[in-house]
């Protein structure tokens, strides 16, 4: 359990540093697009180019979010059943996504195969097959994370309890806990 931890807490750092890089780069792209048309001149690659990042950023922002178990969900009427029947429902609901990135992994390495021999149109040295590969690839990714963040979600879900509350109810604490130190002390807050 010790190693899936770890694993999980790498493949997060890892993720959220290139998303972060994307992020930027996206925005650095962005801002000279917008900079070179206020002084007359427009780069044919820009819109291809930020709408093949902005779709990088998606997929491994996906990755991350599943991870982190940060999909949208609802943990409120999963909770409301009973034992059996919820675990049920994980067990279900979790067959249903992983099948889904699995014939989307499936489905884009078949496009990739299509694509063999295409390049971008604006600009000609770059492989579409490198562009959407983002497409299998974070459906793998999905999987990957999918499955490591499964045990505790599974465990928490099984003690009746929403990782999402447990958290909020987290931060409630800490920003009550300032609080009281604040008053005790006469700062306003």
Do not use: N
Request: hydrophobic share 55%; with cysteine.
């Amino acid at each position: 359990m010790r190693a899936l931890r770890t694993a999980s807490g790498l493949l997060a750092v890892v993720l959220e540093w290139f998303t972060i890089f994307l992020m930027v780069l996206l925005t650095v792209v962005v801002i000279v697009a917008v900079l070179a048309r206020l002084i007359g001149e427009s780069f044919s690659w820009y819109d291809e180019v930020a709408a093949i990042m902005l779709a990088w950023i998606t997929y491994y922002g996906s990755g991350l979010a599943a991870l982190k178990r940060r999909h949208i969900g609802f943990d409120t009427v999963l909770l409301m059943l009973p034992g059996r029947a919820r675990m049920a429902a994980v067990v279900v609901a979790e067959l249903v996504v992983l099948t889904f990135f699995a014939l989307m992994a499936w489905a884009g390495f078949r496009v990739l195969e299509v694509l063999q021999g295409s390049y971008l149109v604006s600009l000609t040295w770059v492989p579409v097959q490198f562009t959407q590969s983002v497409i299998p690839i974070g459906a793998c990714l999905f999987i990957l994370c999918q499955l490591l963040s499964l045990p505790d979600y599974w465990r928490a879900t099984r003690r009746g309890v929403s990782l999402e509350h447990a958290e909020i109810e987290v931060e409630v604490d800490r920003e009550l806990q300032k609080a009281q130190a604040a008053h005790r002390s006469g700062e306003p807050r």
